[in-house]
Structures are given as structure tokens and as C-alpha cells.
């Protein structure tokens, strides 16, 4: 199969052909051909490898192996609808019951979150006999007509808000109404949300729960706990907030960062006082992705262990900076600095020194961590994809 792939260029003629031009690439300057993933990497037509921070679909990492042959194995026997019994369907309900609270003990199987949400409100309608719905700003529910009617995020660029849509504001404590500095903000933002109530009381399935997607399904929550991946989440993105909050104070254009687990967020400011989002700032550093240069060879170094620092340099060694740290290296300045390569997707290039684009300065190890986000060292920002003003969180981590 390998051999008979196309060069980029083919598939990206192909595509444009074939595809709506509303199927938006990430990075359409220069896309990158994905061909293979596994764990938390993805590899291009060429090889090169790079830490995927952008895919949410992927729980437990690209092609894990337990989950693959759980995949293979059912669908070696049987792969139909729910309207059949089927013992994994019953399996993987009872699996997801002992998870959650005890009144939430009945299941419907869908193949997407927008299908979901549409069921949901569909099931409030009718229990309530009522339209109204109430969300938060900014929201996106997904992409059916009756969710985006319910999501500001797009509604405000479509149709505009319906009569029986209510937006609640974000209880955002550093850019919201009510900030940090007010006396009880939960409080506020609860009251808002009690007052919206008042005004709104005044006035198919094919592969969702299919035996397969079942069978996948409990194997994806054996890996889970297996190996304790909540756990291991939290203990990561603690880490880094504090690597993130430790850059904050050295560069003014950092106005916060928040998260919890591996789902982070840094505030991009124009100013200190005013909270501009600085959306061409960001807008410029998701646009920021490279390979990790000849990573497999420090994995396959003996005397480059994962654990401990190289005890010479490696030429083409492509740690990155969270590595860097857990083998005690100094102000991002790894043992293995000849090989200090950009990483990642999106702005995971923000954790290492950047692989310099076409009219930019290299930017060296010891700059560290979101150098590049130094008013001082960045580049002037040339937007390469289409961001909402709106937008003023740069998500660097989704699990």
C-alpha cells in the first residue's frame, strides 16, 4: 500500500478537486500528509514525526495496540446495527455506568458528538414540551442546523441568535464581567444564569453501538485504567502549567494560563490592563509546526535513556523541552542541544524553540520555553488561517 501512495502534491490536486474548499486543512500554505500514527505521534509521507496535540478522537493515542485487535478481532466475526442483541452492547453500557453517577444509568450509542447533542435536545423538548435553551457564549455544539442554531460561536456569523436561545456569559474570571477582583465571581455568574431562567420560564443509527464500536469502546476503557491515563494526565499538565506560569512572568504578552489535566489554555495580550487578546500573535503561533528531527535515533541510544540526561551530544536528538526537564537541564539548555528541533502540532511548537520559517530568526535552546512568544523575538505575525476575533485561548494540549 505504501508504494502505491501519491506525493503530496497529488493528493493535495485530489483533494481540491474533489473535496469542498469548506473542508478546511490545518496549515494550507504547506499542509502536511499524515500516512501513519501511533501514540502520541503522527508520521508524514516523508518519515518525519511530529507530537500530535490537536486530535481529540484518539483517547488512548493513534493505533493502540490493544485497541486494534479488539477492532480486528470483532470485526472478524460481526460488525451490524444495535437492533440485534449482542452481548458487547450490554458489556460496554454496564462498563460506563459504574463510571459516572448512579442516575445517569441509561445509554444511547451515537456515532458523533453532534448527533448526541441533537438527540439531547430533541429528548429535552419532548419531556419539557418547551424550545427554550439556554448556553454559554462562545459555545459550539456541532454542526447540524438544529446545533448551530443553539452555538454563538457560529450562529452569530449565520442566521443570528433565535427568540428562544439564551446565551449566559462565560465565567470567565480574567476577561468575563466578573473578574478576579470582584468580591464572590461564581456567585455573579450563578445569578446570571438564575435571572436568564426566570426570563426563558416566562415567556438513525448504523455504527453507533454496533458490536465493533462496542468492542472498541471497552477496550479504550481498559486502557484507561490499565494504564492509569486520568492519572498520568494530571500529573503531565500540572507540570507544564507550572512550566507555562514560570514563562508568564519573564514575557508581558502571556496574560494567563489555565487547565486542568492535559487541557491548557494560555491568554494571548496586547495589553496588561485592557486584556486585548492578541489575536494575530496567536493566530501566527498555531500556524507554527515542524517534525522532531531523527527522533527514533535517541529513542534507540542506549546511553540516551528516556530517564536520564545524554551523557554526550547527539547530533539530530529531538527531546523536547518537557523531556529536557524531567532529565534536569537548565533554562531549556538540554545536553542534546545540537538536535533541539522545532515539535509538534499547533502551538506545541510553543514548548521548544521553533524550526525558523522563511524570514524569521532562529531562535536558540537556551530562549527556552514559548520564547517565541516574546514581543522582542517574534516575527510580525502573518495570519494564515481564518480566526475569530473572538478568539483569545490557544489550546495546546486536547485529550
Not at 141 to 148: A, D, K, T, Y
Not at 198 to 207: I, L
Not at 370 to 378: E, F, G, Q, R, V
Request: one cysteine or more.
Amino acid at each position: 500500500m505504501a508504494a502505491d501512495q501519491r506525493g503530496k502534491a497529488a493528493t493535495l490536486a485530489g483533494r481540491q478537486r474533489l473535496l469542498s474548499s469548506s473542508c478546511r486543512l490545518f496549515f494550507p500554505e504547506d499542509p502536511i500528509k499524515i500516512v501513519r500514527g501511533q501514540g502520541q505521534y503522527m508520521y508524514d509521507e516523508l518519515g518525519a514525526e511530529y507530537i500530535d496535540c490537536i486530535n481529540n478522537v484518539a483517547h488512548v493515542g493513534h493505533c493502540h495496540p490493544f485497541v486494534v485487535q479488539a477492532a480486528h478481532e470483532q470485526n472478524q466475526v460481526l460488525n451490524t446495527n444495535s437492533r440485534y442483541l449482542h452481548d458487547n452492547i450490554v458489556d460496554y453500557a454496564q462498563r460506563l455506568s459504574e463510571t459516572l453517577p448512579e442516575k445517569l444509568c441509561v445509554f444511547y450509542f451515537l456515532n458523533s458528538g453532534s448527533e448526541a447533542n441533537d438527540l439531547a435536545l430533541r429528548l429535552a423538548r419532548q419531556y419539557t414540551g418547551h424550545w427554550d435553551v439556554m448556553v454559554l457564549d462562545h459555545a459550539y455544539h456541532g454542526h447540524l442546523s438544529s446545533l448551530i442554531d443553539i452555538s454563538p460561536y457560529k450562529f452569530r456569523d449565520l442566521d443570528g441568535q433565535k427568540e428562544w436561545v439564551h446565551v449566559a456569559p462565560l465565567p470567565d474570571i480574567y476577561r468575563g464581567p466578573y473578574r478576579e477582583d470582584h468580591p464572590n465571581p461564581a456567585e455573579a455568574y450563578a445569578s446570571a444564569v438564575q435571572r436568564m431562567l426566570g426570563s426563558a420560564q416566562e415567556r438513525g443509527r448504523k455504527f453507533g453501538g454496533s458490536p465493533v464500536s462496542c468492542a472498541v469502546g471497552l477496550a479504550v476503557l481498559d486502557v484507561l485504567e490499565k494504564e492509569q491515563l486520568q492519572a498520568h494526565a494530571a500529573q503531565v499538565g500540572s507540570f507544564l502549567i507550572e512550566l507555562l506560569r514560570q514563562q508568564k512572568a519573564k514575557h508581558p504578552i502571556i496574560g494567563d494560563v489555565r487547565g486542568v489535566g492535559l487541557f491548557i489554555g494560555v491568554d494571548l495580550i496586547k495589553d496588561e490592563a485592557t486584556r486585548t487578546p492578541a489575536t494575530n500573535e496567536a493566530a501566527y503561533l498555531v500556524s507554527r509546526r515542524g517534525p522532531i528531527p531523527a527522533r527514533d535515533k535517541h529513542r534507540s541510544d542506549p546511553s540516551c535513556p528516556r530517564e536520564a540526561a545524554c551523557p554526550a551530544p547527539h547530533q539530530g536528538c529531538g527531546r523536547t523541552r518537557l523531556h529536557s526537564q524531567r532529565t534536569g537541564s537548565k533554562d531549556g539548555q538540554d545536553s542534546c542541544s545540537s538536535g533541539w528541533g522545532a515539535s509538534g502540532w499547533s502551538s506545541i511548537s510553543a514548548l521548544t524553540s521553533p524550526r525558523p520559517s522563511p524570514g524569521s530568526r532562529s531562535l536558540t535552546p537556551r530562549q527556552g520555553l514559548l520564547s517565541l512568544l516574546s514581543p522582542s523575538l517574534t516575527p510580525a505575525p502573518t495570519p494564515t488561517s481564518e480566526i475569530p476575533s473572538s478568539v483569545r485561548c490557544v489550546s495546546l494540549f486536547k485529550l
